[in-house]
Structure formats: C-alpha cells, structure tokens
C-alpha cells in the first residue's frame, strides 16, 4: 500500500498535481519531469513527490527552455562525478539534497 509522506503528525496533503520540475547539470537544464506537490496543513513545507517513470524531455530540447519560461522548478544540479560516471540518484536523494537534508 503507498502512502504518502508524513509531516507534522500529518499526512500531508495534495496541493497542486502535474508540477513540472526541471533537473539541472551546472547551470545547464538537462531533464524535463513531472511531479506532484505536497504541503503540509500545520506548519505548509511543501515537497516534490510521486515522479513519472521517466523524465518528459531531455537535452538539448526546446521543452526545457519552455518549462523554465513557465516558471518550472529547479530542484537538483548534478555533480561531475555523478555526471561523469552515469551514476543513477534516486528522487528521494535529489529531494533531501534540494530540501537540504542530505550532504553532497
């Protein structure tokens, strides 16, 4: 059974469906995803959760460009060696690194 994140004592909650979010490498946008985002009712964090399979778009794309004018949110910048050796991330990395959780 999936559920979703906890916040607070809380579930959080839907706040807005189909968020795009554009993944970074350096100052470069390099994939399109979709996601959901997630607040919570008591203290309103909000997070980036439930990623498609795969991204939407890839570089080089005018999709990126596009999603960034529509003021999509940026949430990672890939680091050389994770660029270098094709290392694989999972999202729930990516998301505690933006949030800052987590150390790079």
């Not at 596009?66 to 999972?90: D, F, H």
């Given at each position: 059974?999936?559920?979703?994140?906890?916040?607070?004592?809380?579930?959080?909650?839907?706040?807005?469906?189909?968020?795009?979010?554009?993944?970074?490498?350096?100052?470069?946008?390099?994939?399109?995803?979709?996601?959901?985002?997630?607040?919570?009712?008591?203290?309103?964090?909000?997070?980036?959760?439930?990623?498609?399979?795969?991204?939407?778009?890839?570089?080089?794309?005018p999709?990126?460009?596009?999603?960034?004018?529509?003021g999509?949110?940026i949430?990672?910048?890939?680091?050389?060696?994770?660029?270098?050796?094709?290392?694989r991330?999972?999202?729930?990395?990516?998301?505690?690194?933006?949030?800052?959780?987590?150390?790079?």
């Amino acid at each position: 059974m999936l559920t979703r994140p906890c916040c607070c004592g809380f579930e959080m909650r839907v706040k807005e469906v189909g968020v795009e979010v554009v993944e970074m490498a350096g100052a470069d946008p390099y994939q399109l995803w979709m996601a959901d985002e997630l607040e919570c009712r008591e203290c309103h964090r909000t997070i980036l959760y439930g990623f498609g399979s795969g991204p939407v778009a890839h570089r080089p794309s005018p999709e990126l460009a596009e999603a960034l004018q529509r003021g999509a949110r940026i949430v990672y910048e890939r680091t050389g060696a994770e660029m270098a050796t094709e290392l694989r991330v999972s999202w729930a990395q990516i998301c505690a690194r933006a949030a800052g959780h987590v150390r790079r």
